[in-house]
C-alpha cells in the first residue's frame, strides 16, 4: 500500500486556473473512483474539498473541480486566490475498506 | 453541530502504548450512515491512513500497522479510541480522528469531518 504521488509544489497566480494531479496504481485510483481531495491551511485540520471524484460538499465553492482518468486523479482550482496557498492531499480507496493518501502539493499563489 | 475532539498524553517513552481518545459532540458514534477513523501527519510530512472502525464493530487497519495498532468504540461515552503499541520516534506526529461516510450508492468515503488533531511525540 503505497502512498498516492503528487508534485511536490505548484505555483500560480491570482486569477489563473491551476491543476494538481495524484498518480495511484492499479490496486487503488486505477480500480476505484472514491477519491477525495483536502485543503490544509498550516496548523489545522484538513478540510474536505472533493469526494466521490468529482463531487462538492456543501459549501465548497465551485472553483473547486475533480476528475478522474484511468491511474490519475485531478483537482483543479479556477480563479486563483491568495486564500487558497495550502497543502492539498488526495485520498484514494485501496480495497477492503483501506485508503491511501498521497504525499501531499504545497500550492504557492504569487 | 458534530465536532470532534481528541486527547491524549503528548509525550510517549519508546516501546511504550500511544492511546488517544476521540470525543464525539453533537452526533452519535454508532450511526450506521458513518464509520471512524484515525490518520496521523509526521511534522512536516504528508497524512496516512491509520485505521478505521465501522458501526458493525468491525475494523480495519493499514497493512503495515496491523500488528500493533487497535481502535475502538465506545458507545456510552460516545467516543473512540486509539492504541498503538509498542511506539517509536517514528510514530510521532499529530494524530486526527476523522469521520468516513457513506454514498448514495452505498460507497463509503472519508474525512468529511476531522478533530483539531493532537501532537504525539514519542521520546525518553
Known amino acids: 500500500q503505497s502512498a498516492l504521488t503528487q508534485p511536490a509544489s505548484v505555483s500560480g497566480s491570482p486569477g489563473q486556473s491551476i491543476t494538481l494531479s495524484c498518480t495511484g496504481t492499479s490496486s487503488d485510483l486505477g480500480t476505484y473512483s472514491l477519491v477525495s481531495w483536502y485543503q490544509q491551511q498550516p496548523g489545522t485540520a484538513p478540510k474536505l474539498l472533493i469526494y466521490?471524484?468529482?463531487r462538492r460538499p456543501s459549501g465548497i465553492s465551485d472553483r473547486f473541480s475533480g476528475s478522474k482518468s484511468g491511474n490519475t486523479a485531478s483537482l483543479t482550482i479556477s480563479g486563483l486566490q491568495a486564500e487558497d496557498e495550502a497543502d492539498y492531499y488526495c485520498c484514494s480507496y485501496a480495497g477492503n475498506r483501506n485508503w491511501v493518501f498521497g504525499g501531499g502539493t504545497k500550492l504557492t499563489v504569487l | 453541530q458534530l465536532q470532534l475532539q481528541e486527547s491524549g498524553p503528548g509525550l510517549v517513552t519508546p516501546s511504550e502504548t500511544l492511546s488517544l481518545t476521540c470525543a464525539v459532540s453533537?452526533?452519535?458514534?454508532?450511526?450506521?450512515?458513518?464509520?471512524w477513523g484515525w490518520v496521523r501527519q509526521p511534522p512536516g510530512k504528508g497524512l496516512e491512513w491509520i485505521g478505521s472502525i465501522y458501526s458493525s464493530g468491525t475494523t480495519y487497519y493499514k497493512p503495515s500497522l496491523k500488528s500493533r495498532v487497535s481502535i475502538s468504540v465506545d458507545v456510552s461515552r460516545n467516543q473512540l479510541s486509539l492504541r498503538l503499541n509498542s511506539a517509536t520516534a517514528a510514530d510521532t506526529a499529530v494524530y486526527y480522528c476523522?469521520?468516513?461516510?457513506?454514498?448514495?450508492?452505498?460507497?463509503?468515503?472519508?474525512?468529511?469531518?476531522w478533530g483539531q488533531g493532537t501532537l504525539v511525540t514519542v521520546s525518553s
Open positions: 453533537g452526533g452519535s458514534v454508532s450511526s450506521s450512515d458513518y464509520f
Open positions: 466521490d471524484a468529482n
Open positions: 476523522a469521520r468516513g461516510f457513506l454514498l448514495q450508492n452505498f460507497d463509503w468515503s472519508i474525512g468529511d469531518l
